[in-house]
């Protein structure tokens, strides 16, 4: 794009005042096309690495480079980086739905417990993978209205990023708690924890800590933005207490209707 610079301001009356303001936006348009092509870049970038070892498999395959007995196994590597390149595609969708105003929600009366008891479920072979331990607080039905399937995404999320960023042999621990008006469900960690300067960013759109400690996990710094996205929807809040190489607690507080 063609370089504006600022329009020289020399009045104090009403011309002054426009000269700034049109000043003013120019510098916010400079700025969101700075993030423009940042975003662009940095996706690029994230799409790059599991293509290029998708590509790398596959021709590897077809010119019998990887022979037939060890095939399984790039497969299965395949498999993974396609995983992953859904996973951002998916989160980028959600975000561009959830920043037009777009993304609906349905509403339905559901068990909570049974929800959590299902993420855990759907998580256990990473979790035992990494020999981390689960307790879970909570009764055995607790009923709320809320859109099910975001928040299945809001609590597997959540549990997902326990236990990356818990060292193995660590424990998590999950609760519910039911209030008269309110339901709030708590994940906690003993992991690697987050640094208080850190700490008012990690709901942005794209923040990661330590950009390269989770390089290939996890996806592009959008899950926490988009889950505190979904429960802004439902009118709900989430806070996040943590300490470095202590861990981590992620409260999610949702009203019952
Ligand atoms: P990502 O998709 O990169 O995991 P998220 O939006 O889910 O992005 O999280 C943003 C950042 O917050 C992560 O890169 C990670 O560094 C940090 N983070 C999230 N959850 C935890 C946790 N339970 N313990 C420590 N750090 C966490």
Redesign the pocket.
Known sequence: GKEVTDIPMTRKDEIGVLVQSFNEMKQQLQKTEKMRKELIAGVSHELRAPLAAIRGFVLGILDGVIPSNQQEKYLTVILKETEHLTRITDDLLDLAKLEAGNLPINKTVFNVSSLVNEVITILSKHRVDKGITIKTVYEAEILLLADKARIKQVIL?LVE??IR?TNPGGNISISIRELSSTISISIS?S????NVEELPY?FDKF????KSR?HAS????????IIKNIVDLHRGRIVVE?ERNIG?TFTVTLPKE
């Open positions: 999320n990023n326990a960023y960690d992991g690697i924890g987050i990690i923040y990661r800590v330590e989770n996890g996806g592009i710094g959008l899950g926490l933005a943590s981590s």
